[in-house]
């Protein structure tokens, strides 16, 4: 359909304001922004393009495609297209001018933001080896190899001294609470966490915290979860396995099941299903087999909904009252994991 549309004659069309602009465009790519203002899409087979409502008209049928790789849009329902700038011109009524300005505006947060989470990110890794009660817990969790925790990049929140670090590289307190790195008492959010960082396109956009102590709930910093975990190197499979909490990732890859990835719970934002749905393959869904039932209750709808999007999925079984990372932790291995993979059904 959109091979008959030519994306050509809206590029460049303001050359002279020139490289600002055109790094501005690189820094936040219009697919990014149109996300961040809630639009949902799917994307057309393999390729670069995605479709959705227009944001620009009222429609009921998806008409406004973006192509990611060019980095413009066009809607074949109102006939607007163009590039970010352009999106910004028209949704927001602002002159060229100042939609540049604004847009400058909207991607220095985020810019500021990516360095904080990684610069704390790496405070906390170093942390790690310095709390033995960090290394008992991962121990206690299945997670024996030294060199995946690297990998994945796991860190320590010993809580109070955040707060000392980034300020001393000269972050600002605002930047740090409003982040969410900082409680509103200015104190480290995270404290006795396990701490996943979480990657999208080799940057950090969240991090997750897990208590070591039983007392203590799950944390994000405000904001997406981003999409799923470590999806970069999972997605290459036409076979994957969904987890929904991180160590049961940390087992599975322990184990060799390298095509695991996570959804960090079992509500799937729209990205992580999209992501799911990004080529035809086979999703094994591993969510715990709890009491109450409502991690295979999750786990029914979601394959539903992956069906209606072609996606075929088969049912994990888990012994009852266990999850991927217990199952590991109590002795089961790998070829007795495999035997359920192979006896899963649709
Ligand atoms: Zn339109």
Not at 50 to 76: D, I, M, Q, W
Not at 144 to 159: F, M, Q, T, V
Not at 252 to 271: D, I, K, V, Y
Request: hydrophobic letters at 40%; glycine letters at 8%; charged letters at 15%.
């Amino acid at each position: 359909m959109l091979a008959a549309f030519s994306y050509v004659g809206f590029q460049r069309q303001n050359c002279a304001v020139g490289e600002d602009v055109e790094n501005l465009k690189q820094r936040l790519p219009l697919l990014d922004y149109l996300r961040q203002q809630s639009w949902t899409a799917r994307p057309i087979a393999f390729g670069p393009e995605f479709v959705g409502l227009c944001p620009l008209h009222p429609e009921t049928r998806p008409s406004f495609y973006v192509n990611a790789r060019k980095n413009l849009f066009y809607c074949h329902g109102c006939g607007q297209g163009g590039d970010l700038i352009r999106f910004v011109q028209l949704s927001r009524q602002l002159s060229f001018r100042q939609s540049v300005a604004y847009l400058q505006q909207q991607s220095t947060v985020p810019t500021d933001s990516l360095a904080v989470l990684e610069q704390a990110a790496i405070f906390y890794q170093q942390q790690l080896e310095r709390h033995p009660e960090a290394l008992r817990y991962l121990q206690q969790r299945g997670l024996r190899d030294p060199a995946l925790s690297k990998e994945l990049r796991i860190g320590y929140a010993p809580g109070g001294s955040l707060r000392r670090h980034l300020t001393a590289q000269g972050y600002s307190f605002d930047l740090l609470q409003r982040l969410g790195l900082l409680n509103p008492q200015g104190c480290d959010a995270f404290y006795r966490r396990v701490i996943f960082p979480c990657c999208q396109g080799g940057r950090i956009v969240n991090l997750y915290g897990r208590g070591i102590a039983a007392a203590f709930a799950h944390q994000f910093l405000p904001g997406s979860k981003g999409g799923l975990f470590a999806w970069e190197s999972v997605r290459q499979f036409p076979t994957v396995i969904l987890v929904e909490g991180l160590f049961d990732l940390v087992v599975l890859w322990q184990a060799g099941f390298r095509h695991t990835t996570c959804s960090l719970g079992t509500h799937l934002n729209a990205e992580q299903f999209q992501q799911l749905c990004d080529r035809p393959r086979i999703v094994y869904l591993t969510f715990d087999v709890d009491a109450n039932g409502s991690g295979q209750q999750a786990s029914q709808q979601l394959a539903q909904r992956l069906r209606a999007q072609g996606i075929s999925t088969r049912r994990v079984i888990l012994p009852d009252g266990h999850d991927p990372n217990s199952f590991f932790v109590q002795g089961g291995d790998a070829r007795q994991f495999h035997a359920l993979l192979e006896v899963a059904s649709s």
